[in-house]
């Protein structure tokens, strides 16, 4: 059951429990803009379904909050680690073989994405985009400063 008042919501089951979000000030939301011009992109690779829910499941388990993708001008890997922690376990996969240099930092926790196949492009302007080969779906996920082109 839901009940609204001007300054918050109430959310119960209609029985013992029940649950008040109170509304946000129009000054702690910001909008996203309508469009995204995302700049050339400096590394592109596919990211198959299998790989992505592998990588999100294996971070859970390690409890790693974060994602390296590098590039050691053969091959293309995904690491998945504490990087604040040297001693930290670590997943790491090839994905790919790639001609660049690069190492590029994600936070795992900016990874909620639903399953699917992905084309992935990365900028040096520290921003990267996940576009769904299946359909209408594009994720933009903050590169961490970091990271190194």
Do not use: C, H, W
């Not at 590039?71 to 994905?95: E, F, P, Q």
């Not at 660049?100 to 699917?116: I, R, W, Y």
């Amino acid at each position: 059951q839901l009940d609204f008042s001007e300054k918050y919501a109430l959310v119960s089951d209609g029985g013992s429990s029940r649950i008040k979000y109170f509304a946000a000030g129009s000054g702690i939301v910001k909008a996203a803009p309508s469009t995204i011009k995302f700049p050339e992109p400096d590394v592109e690779f596919k990211l198959e379904a299998a790989q992505l829910a592998m990588i999100l499941r294996t971070a859970s388990v390690l409890k790693a909050s974060d994602l390296s993708i590098t590039g050691d001008g053969a091959a293309l890997r995904v690491v998945v680690s504490d990087k604040k922690n040297d001693t930290s376990n670590a997943y790491d996969v090839a994905i790919g073989d790639t001609g660049a240099t690069f190492k590029v930092n994600l936070k795992v926790e900016n990874l909620k994405m639903l399953p699917g196949d992905y084309d992935v492009a990365i900028s040096k302007k520290k921003i990267s985009r996940f576009r769904s080969t299946a359909g209408d779906l594009t994720y933009y996920v903050a590169v961490e400063s970091d990271s190194e082109f």
